[in-house]
């Protein structure tokens, strides 16, 4: 009888003891996730190069007092691939695909011809080209293959994070959309001409983050022609640049470097320390949002 007892008893400590053991394990995995979802430490590399060049950047720049997010995506390479696959998706040239080309490039995707799906990101990583998108709300997407063709130039990519950047500090779709609307109301004109007011003042826009993205990378110690080469490699991987698709928001490649080596030739073209930097900079990381987040230091 009392064999009989003392073996319940440790019965019934073994179980205890594993159901510690299971939920202490338990609670370490949804720690573990929770920390992985945000540790910066396991971000893949392109972010942490992001996250340093942004870095380096906010040490003689101003770089505003909104939080910036940046986000990388599988890119405009989506829209071509997926296009020609004949699955019905992407297919025409009036269908960018917005969701396809911001899918998150780090992941599996699971949803609809995710096969194809998954194919495509994998091949719009390998083929497509520099790119990248500023949106007015605050946020820079950036195709995961400018890291690809930029790999080993820093500076290339950090040119095309400055170019962005000046985009939303100068709210330039706000700016252009503004002047737009003046003219509508002062003038009668239809809505081609409009839209075409649009792009030029767009372009005018594009021009102006040229300006200011090339000064903001040499302000932040690259060499002073990186701007330019970034430049001129982007449309060279870009291949085809004398349609009118090309130059349809940008001015020509021609047009474009000539207007940044007349800046960059011209007396305001000056690397000096300035006092309302953004360093340092607070951070944020979201593994499953696929975001990075910036605070600019409060001035």
Known sequence: MILVKLLKKIKIKKVLNFGTIFFGVNIFILFLAFYRNESQRF???EYKLVQKIFNKISLNNDLGDRPISITIRAGEGMHYVLGGLGLGICEGKDNFCHYYVNLNPFIRFMGFRAADVNYAIRQSYLLGFPGAVAYPSGTIAIDRSTFRVFKGKEGFIASVIAHEMNHILGFSS???????LKLSLDNNKSK????????????????EADRGGALMIYSSGYPKDTYLKAIELTYKATGIIHSEKQSEKHPDYISRLKLIKEFMDGA????K???NHSAPLSWEYNRNGNWLKFYPNSK
């Open 43 to 45: 971000m893949p590399d």
């Open 174 to 180: 706000f700016e252009a959309s503004l002047e737009t």
């Open 268 to 271: 305001s073209f000056k690397r």
């Open 192 to 207: 081609k001409e409009l839209d075409g007011v649009y792009l030029n003042k767009f372009q005018l826009a594009e021009a």
């Open 273 to 275: 320390k300035i006092e």
